[in-house]
């Protein structure tokens, strides 16, 4: 009797423990390799940023034209290739997704120099509200209940972030909480912002059961977006749509 009393209690002990113990955040990793054109030798210096909205969360220096991000919660990430010489290399990923994404690096055309491009509005966001947004975009996967905090702040110190409003609006989502999240989305989409914010719209009024609203943003996703793939399989569900 008592050793199997002895036994029972260690069962005890043992479940409680394991209930105790919190669950760990689901993690995901990025590999990557870089090509070049034709064959060509990868560039001795290269760098590779990770981007979340617009917050860099992670950069490296690859030498032998592979990369690694460890780590990253799932969500959808934009990578960015730099090499002096070459054209620069934007690409949107999502993880987890590809076991592995194959980037290619062309030569810059002769008589062309490099340069980037960056829209006016980027200048007037403070440093001290993308310190804010970088630390949202990084709990998004994990607390986006700590992550919406970060990005008000971001908002407050800079009103007209859009990438703030959106990044609130997709933790919104996440949760289920529509309502907010078509407010945030809203607010995103009256400030400079990427065509794929309407399709986030569209989604959370599809969940609503609106259909109207939800084919409205795809029309503008479309007449916003450069032709594409993407484009193209827009204009085919909204031919779909109408012709229901």
């Known amino acids: 009797m008592r050793s199997a009393m002895?036994?029972?209690g260690t069962v005890c002990?043992?479940?409680l423990f394991a209930t105790a113990v919190p669950a760990r955040p689901v993690t995901e990793v990025l590999r990557g390799i870089i090509k070049v054109t034709a064959d060509g030798e990868v560039p001795a210096l290269v760098r590779v940023q990770l981007?979340?909205?617009s917050a860099t969360v992670g950069e490296a220096f690859p030498r032998d034209g592979r990369f690694e991000f460890l780590g990253l919660v799932?969500?959808?990430y934009t990578i960015v290739v730099e090499a002096p010489g070459y054209e620069t290399v934007i690409r949107e990923v999502d993880v987890p997704g590809e076991w592995l994404t194959?980037?290619?690096?062309r030569p810059q055309r002769k008589n062309t120099q490099k340069t980037e491009v960056l829209p006016i509005w980027n200048f007037n966001i403070p440093d001290s509200a993308r310190r804010q947004l970088a630390a949202g975009a990084r709990l998004m996967g994990t607390d986006c209940n700590e992550?919406?905090?970060?990005m008000r702040k971001a908002v407050r110190i800079y009103a007209a972030y859009g990438d703030a409003h959106r990044g609130m609006a997709e933790c919104y989502a996440k949760m289920n909480e529509l309502e907010p999240a078509v407010q945030e989305f809203k607010k995103a989409l009256e400030q400079p912002?990427?065509?794929v914010v309407h399709l986030q719209l569209g989604n959370i009024y599809a969940k609503?059961?609106?259909a109207g609203l939800a084919t409205y943003q795809l029309e503008l996703f479309v007449e916003e977006v450069k032709p594409g793939p993407a484009r193209d399989r827009a204009l085919e569900l909204l031919s779909r749509r109408r012709s229901k």
């Open 13 to 15: 002990l043992a479940l």
């Open 6 to 8: 002895t036994l029972i």
């Open 193 to 195: 912002h990427e065509p």
């Open 51 to 53: 981007k979340l909205l």
């Open 102 to 105: 194959v980037l290619e690096l």
């Open 74 to 76: 799932p969500a959808r």
């Open 147 to 150: 992550a919406i905090e970060h």
């Open 208 to 210: 609503q059961h609106n």
